[in-house]
């Protein structure tokens, strides 16, 4: 009998400090919400120490301000606002043709938004602000990889200007903001232009299909931007049933069948269901030793081969079994065997016990203030990370290397 007291005892200690926990947490919330009155401005975003303490739900409660200082906002500084949205980098984690799933998202959580949209001068004052913003196009060319994770000024970019794409696929613009868009359209296009061929400029095109009577004519459109959408699109074809294999040591359910591309047909998985708990991605995210640049968290979804060759794109959904057949493709020119690798080149390596074919990479700019080769890949069933080519060989065990380039 005492012991059943004592254990209710404890129960009780347990379930009030989960409660007093709670409790402390969303005084915390509104604290944040409450800096909103002081600076008018996001109180946390992803470079802040506060930023991994919420979860989800709580941070977009976060960086929506108070409603009655939301109404208060003038159209201009709504759009300021928006152009800084914490969670703008989110947009590249969609594939080029599926980016509506975004703005579902933004419409849905974002405040900001529905109240800016909500304005008769809204659209205008969004369309305006990304006119005016100042595009370096030397810096993308240099690292088109901005586009993807937390880098404020490329995120407002992308974000103007696939805007500029959701809203032209809309009945609910009028004439009067039609002729805007295409003003916006045409100064952008002229920058974008300047753009290397890489994942910069596939974000950064107006080139998916207009709908309504004021859509811009066709001949304003990048072409390359489309024929980059195009070869983005899914070559998948399925040979077989879903069924259950483990990643990570994660029973995680894939399709099995073929990628075709570069003329070539591979044998590939298309994830179908099932994805790591919060606990594993925890573990996986802190398994690299290294100081790498994590651009994404880690995912069962997709795979090193995949990302290097069918999409380098963090939503990928397929895992590729192996690149050799695209490697003999007439569309792939093989640079070299142990060569200076380019940016934007591929680079299979090759385990040096084995021989075998260890992983796939793309080569990216150098950072700032650093020297030598550097790579972006997905690690296994880890996340995408920025790694130093020579660390990248020391982590997968290789010597060797072969490097691509496409066609």
């Known amino acids: 009998m005492k012991y059943v007291k004592r254990l209710s005892v404890i129960l009780i200690l347990v379930v009030l400090c989960l409660a007093n926990s709670r409790e402390a947490k969303a005084a915390d919330v509104e604290g944040l919400k409450e800096v909103w009155y002081e ?65 579902d998202f933004i419409e849905y959580n974002c405040d900001i938004y529905n109240e800016l949209m909500s304005r008769e001068d809204g659209v205008s004052c969004l369309l305006k602000e990304y006119q005016k913003s100042d595009f370096n196009v030397k810096l993308y060319n240099e690292d088109p990889y901005m586009v993807w994770g937390y880098h404020p000024m490329a995120n407002a970019e992308v974000f103007g200007c696939q805007f500029i794409v959701y809203m032209n696929n809309s009945s609910d613009i009028d004439e009067e903001e039609a ?23 596939e974000y950064l095109s107006f080139g998916k299909k ?6 811009v004519a066709e001949s304003m459109l990048s072409n390359e ?27 995680i359910y894939y399709v099995p069948g073929t990628y075709q591309k570069y003329g070539v047909s591979a044998s590939c998985l298309q994830w179908y269901s099932g994805d790591y708990d919060e606990e594993t991605k925890k573990k996986l995210d ?25 999409n380098a794109n963090v939503s990928n959904g397929y895992w590729l079994a192996s690149p050799a057949e695209y490697m003999n493709s007439s569309e792939v020119t093989h640079v070299g065997y142990n060569v200076t690798p380019q940016v934007g080149d591929i680079i299979v390596m090759y385990n040096r016990k ?15 203030g650093s020297t030598g080769t ?34």
């Not at 939301?70 to 989110?90: G, I, Q, R």
């Not at 207009?210 to 859509?215: K, L, R, T, V």
């Not at 260890?358 to 150098?366: K, P």
């Not at 690690?379 to 065990?397: D, F, N, R, T, V």
């Open 39 to 103: 600076t008018r401005y996001y109180p946390v975003n992803p470079e802040s120490d506060e930023w991994m303490e919420y979860g989800l739900e709580d941070t977009l409660d976060i960086l929506n301000p108070p409603e009655e200082l939301l109404h208060s906002f003038s159209t201009e500084e709504l759009a300021e606002l928006m152009m800084d949205y914490p969670f703008l980098w989110m947009l590249t984690s969609y594939e080029y043709d599926k980016m509506d799933y975004f703005f």
């Open 179 to 201: 002729e805007l868009y295409s003003q916006v359209m045409r100064d952008k296009t002229e920058s974008y232009l300047a753009l290397h061929d890489n994942i910069a400029k």
């Open 210 to 215: 207009q709908s309504n009577s004021y859509s």
């Open 225 to 251: 931007a489309e024929n980059l959408a195009m070869r983005a699109s899914d070559g998948f074809t399925a040979t077989g049933e879903a069924y259950s294999r483990k990643t990570e040591g994660v029973d």
């Open 286 to 310: 802190n398994k690299i030793a290294y100081e790498w640049d994590r651009i994404s968290r880690s995912s069962p979804k997709y795979n090193c081969h995949s990302y290097a060759w069918l």
């Open 354 to 368: 084995s021989g075998a074919i260890a992983h796939s990479a793309v080569i990216r700019q150098t950072p700032s």
């Open 374 to 407: 550097y790579t972006v890949s997905k690690i296994g069933g880890c996340g995408l990370y920025i790694a130093p080519l020579s660390e990248l060989k020391s982590y997968y065990s290789c010597d060797n290397y072969d490097v691509y380039r496409k066609n």
